[in-house]
T-cell receptor, first 115, second 111 residues
């Protein structure tokens, strides 16, 4: 089954404790991206990757890091989480060009709470 | 600044009662407008892409239309399984892959 898998789905952590949210897709997609979704603000892009070893900042990259060492994986790293990073996070992927046609495949989301 | 505003925020319909959701936008140089469906606890699911004013796309009970200032998602004879949040997003020609999302319309269809 074609899917984007995120882990963990739910996490409660404390300020400053490094964490990684993993994202893996099995569709051989070139493009991958991370979004956060907050009430009243809509989805906002954090980072994106056009292909392996190619990443770039989105609208709200502060406090986050990413890496793209393999085509299928695109982990989101919070080196020192803060309460304002409490949010619902989505990973998305698409075939090349899909990022310009809106044809993104989203994971089921990771709800993160930072105390 | 690019803006996307969706209305209403929430809509409750009786099964079979047709209605429309609105997405108004202020973007210079629109590349495309996209509609997504989001079920509770799930990620958004792509529905439609519209590129130019006058364009229409259909899928089952859903029909999306586009003008120079807004898009409508028409739902004809909705069923309870159409209950979801519907998101629209716009993309500018000059902004690469960036999507600007609206905050969505929560639709509830009662049997």
């Amino acid at each position: 089954e074609a899917q984007v898998t995120q882990n963990p789905r739910y996490l409660i952590t404390v300020t400053g404790k490094k964490l990684t949210v993993t994202c893996s897709q099995n569709m051989n997609h070139e493009y991958m991206s991370w979004y956060r979704q907050d009430p009243g603000l809509g989805l906002r892009q954090i980072y994106y990757s056009m292909n392996v070893e190619v990443t770039d900042k989105g609208d709200v990259p502060e406090g986050y890091k990413v890496s793209r060492k393999e085509k299928r994986n695109f982990p989101l790293i919070l080196e020192s989480p803060s309460p304002n990073q409490t949010s619902l996070y989505f990973c998305a992927s698409s075939f090349w060009g899909g990022q310009y046609t809106g044809e993104l495949f989203f994971g089921e989301g990771s709800r993160l709470t930072v105390l | 600044e690019d803006q996307v505003t969706q209305s209403p925020e929430a809509l409750r319909l009786q099964e079979g009662e047709s209605s429309s959701l609105n997405c108004s936008y202020t973007v210079s140089g629109l590349r495309g407008l996209f509609w997504y469906r989001q079920d509770p606890g799930k990620g958004p699911e792509f529905l439609f892409t519209l590129y130019s004013a006058g364009e229409e796309k259909e899928k089952e009970r859903l029909k999306a239309t586009l003008t120079k200032k807004e898009s409508f998602l028409h739902i004809t004879a909705p069923k309870p399984e159409d209950s979801a949040t519907y998101l629209c997003a716009v993309q500018k020609k000059s902004s690469g892959d960036k999507l600007t999302f609206g905050t969505g319309t929560r639709l509830a269809v009662r049997p």
